[in-house]
């Protein structure tokens, strides 16, 4: 047996699935991609997670845009986020050019153009179907570690909340939690003191200005109603396709706190809505993180613990999660230790360090007679990728250098016209743009504040003052003028008589 042969056996026998799967491409060997070599990954194992690196231009994004739509063809819907634009194409189909042609001929894969269901989402200020929630969904702890708090004020955070939920103040967006913050070291300071505890001015200032700093990166446009429902995004089309959500982020490349405190929320709202399922035979969603530095730059130690702790549980809900991202280094390495399905991309070695890095990639590989793994991470051309799996039984699968079969839909992003056609169609958009703003705390307290003040003013107003003395009537003043003469008279006759008695002794 050949060299060849025993390689095409190898990969055929390993990437054989007993379930359903999906077929990402094709064996390389020696540089030439070995015909009915399919790599195929079982859905079952799909919610162990997954990472999809390389440098920039080696195909990370056609990668992606290849799993979306091998995932909705089988049913399971997608939520992508898309930092830099690339994947609304997925709603058009694409066009057979003779260099794709030939890339399937060379993998034994049939090629077709196909378009995909597609909802197309914002938390910022692009057009889309709206994400929000509000601050109460996040709770005092979720809402503390986003802060980035000291134990001293997650225990404030943690009274606003108890103080919102004895009064029934609904805390929504981010003017109500400020309001509350306000009022407990104000107006409402007796009033907090004698039922929850002296709270420090230093502690709500710095509250205050962590939520501000969160506010300057776009966070009101988040923090708010309508809430998203998450089983809006499970939907499947009258095809029996899943529909591929693409959350817009272009706007929001620099705002990493932004980009976390919305992951880290998205991921707990998904772990709280959906029921355990165990090892199911597929996913119910697969999320696609792309940029997933961004998500890791800038976030506290305790955020991180936070997003680990997560994603280790998240798949028991049937949920698989995806980190993209040029450098596998990037990702913590707690994280990428639950990690089960990886497609490595090429690397490129311009520096001492790059080489280093390249070196400790290769070390997360399976060990294989067929390559030397960090010469093949140097090698690889454009579409092309490392790849090692989970099989069905949990037990990793052999590595191989793949090409990469071609994405079906449109590999090119929609134009702006496009984009707005597809949303003013979609049946989300219309439950979810419309802006709510409904009473809550902020509202219910400054009326509280305003009939304080007014029973303050009533009170001032009816305290008893001194009666104004009253001008005398004319008949008074005479009766008055009448007795003065009658007294006058008196005393001059009493006076004289007194004087006559003594001169007559």
């Known amino acids: 047996m050949s060299k060849t042969e025993e390689f095409s056996k190898h990969i055929n026998e390993g990437y054989t699935c007993k379930g359903d799967y999906i077929t990402l491409g094709g064996g390389i060997f020696e540089g030439e991609a070995i015909p009915n070599t399919h790599v195929n990954i079982p859905l079952k194992t799909l919610n162990r997670h997954g ?10 994004t056609k990668t992606i845009q290849v799993l979306s739509e091998q995932l909705s063809l089988k049913g399971i819907p997608v939520l992508m986020m898309d930092i830099k634009g690339d994947f609304s194409g ?4 694409g066009e057979e050019k003779s260099f794709i042609s030939e890339r399937h001929q060379k993998i034994s894969i049939p090629y077709e153009t196909k378009a995909f269901p597609v909802e197309l989402m914002t938390i910022s200020e692009q057009n889309g179907v709206r994400l929000r929630a509000t601050v109460s969904e996040f709770g005092p702890v979720l809402f503390s570690r986003i802060l980035d708090l000291n134990d001293t004020q997650s225990g404030v955070v943690s009274v606003i909340f108890k103080y919102c939920d004895d009064n029934s103040y609904p805390l929504l967006d981010l003017k109500d939690f400020k309001k509350v913050l306000n009022y ?3 107006e409402g300071k007796p009033e907090f003191e004698s039922e929850y505890g002296r709270i420090s001015t230093a502690s709500t200032g710095s509250i205050l200005r962590k939520i501000i700093e969160l506010e300057q990166q776009g966070a009101t446009f988040f923090f708010g109603e309508k809430s998203f429902e998450i089983e ?26 932004l980009f976390s405190t919305f992951m880290l929320s998205l991921l707990a709202e998904i772990y709280n809505t959906m029921p355990e399922q165990g090892d199911s035979g597929q996913p119910e969603l697969v999320i696609f993180i792309d940029e997933a530095h961004l998500i890791f730059k800038e976030a506290s130690k305790t955020l991180l613990n936070q997003i680990e702790t997560i994603v280790k549980l998240i798949r028991s809900k049937g949920i698989g999660v995806f980190f993209i991202t040029q450098n596998p280094m990037d990702v913590p390495t707690g994280v990428l230790a639950q990690l089960g399905l990886k497609i490595q991309h090429a690397l490129r070695a311009f ?29 690889l051309g454009i579409g092309e990728a ?9 037990t990793p699968m052999p590595l191989v250098a793949t090409m990469m079969r071609a994405p079906m839909s449109r590999m090119d992003i929609l134009s702006e016209t496009e984009i707005d056609t597809a949303i003013s169609k979609s049946k989300l958009a219309k439950k979810y743009n419309e802006v709510i703003d409904r009473e809550s705390a902020y509202e219910l307290l400054n009326k509280k504040i305003a009939e304080a003040q007014e029973m303050v003013v009533a009170k001032k107003e009816v305290k008893p003052t001194r009666k104004a003395k009253e001008e005398p009537s004319t008949t008074e003043v005479l009766g008055k003028s009448i007795t003065k003469v009658v007294t006058s008279a008196s005393f001059i006759r009493g ?9 007559k002794r």
């Not at 997925?90 to 189909?93: D, K």
């Open 351 to 379: 520096t001492a360090n790059d080489r280093k890095a390249i070196k400790m990639t290769a070390e997360n590989y399976p060990e294989t007679t067929f390559y030397k793994t960090a010469e093949a991470l140097t090698s």
């Open 51 to 60: 990472l999809i690196a390389g440098a920039t231009g080696t195909g990370k």
């Open 495 to 503: 006076a004289f008589g007194l004087l006559t008695k003594m001169f």
């Open 90 to 93: 997925i709603a058009m189909p």
């Open 184 to 186: 407990a070291t104000n």
């Open 232 to 257: 809006d995004l499970m939907r499947i089309d009258e095809n029996g396709n899943g529909y591929v959500n693409i959350i817009r982020l272009t706007d929001i490349q620099d705002r990493p706190k």
């Open 386 to 394: 490392l790849i090692t799996a989970l099989s069905e039984k949990g």
